[in-house]
């Protein structure tokens, strides 16, 4: 079992940067794929990214490419979402998500075994 709780969200202008953190209890949370995904007010939740078990690997959906960098600190049991360049259309619910071993890098929601709350993101332009 792991249990996953986001932070770090807020109110942001458009251009500007948010780091959220998810951190997660468990004994076993090195084994597992994390992953990032955002559900906007009247869409269905969508991928943003997922980082592998050691942390060597990544894949991001195209819409945050080269704007967004996930990464992972095994030792803290905590996940990052490092946003830049932050724009309108980013505004949404941040969720982080845990995929169980074997997975490497899901990237679809029903490949997750565990979600966190959710944090709220909204970018003003």
């Known amino acids: 079992q792991v249990q996953l709780v986001e932070s770090g969200g807020g109110l942001v202008q458009a251009g500007g940067s948010l780091r959220l953190s998810c951190a997660a209890s468990?004994?076993?949370?090195?084994?597992?794929?994390l992953g990032w995904f955002r559900q906007a007010p009247g869409k269905e939740r969508e991928f943003v990214g997922t980082?592998?078990?050691?942390?060597?690997?990544?894949y991001y959906a195209d819409s945050v490419k080269g704007r967004f960098t996930i990464s992972r600190d095994n030792a803290k049991n905590t996940v990052y979402l490092q946003m830049n360049s932050l724009k309108a259309e980013d505004t949404a619910v941040y969720y982080c998500?845990?995929?169980?071993?074997?997975?490497?890098?899901?990237?679809?929601?029903?490949?997750?075994?565990?979600w966190g709350q959710g944090t709220q993101v909204t970018v003003s332009s």
């Open positions: 998500a845990a995929a169980s071993w074997p997975k490497i890098l899901p990237s679809g929601r029903d490949e997750y075994d565990y």
């Open positions: 468990g004994r076993t949370f090195s084994s597992y794929a």
């Open positions: 980082i592998n078990w050691s942390g060597d690997n990544t």
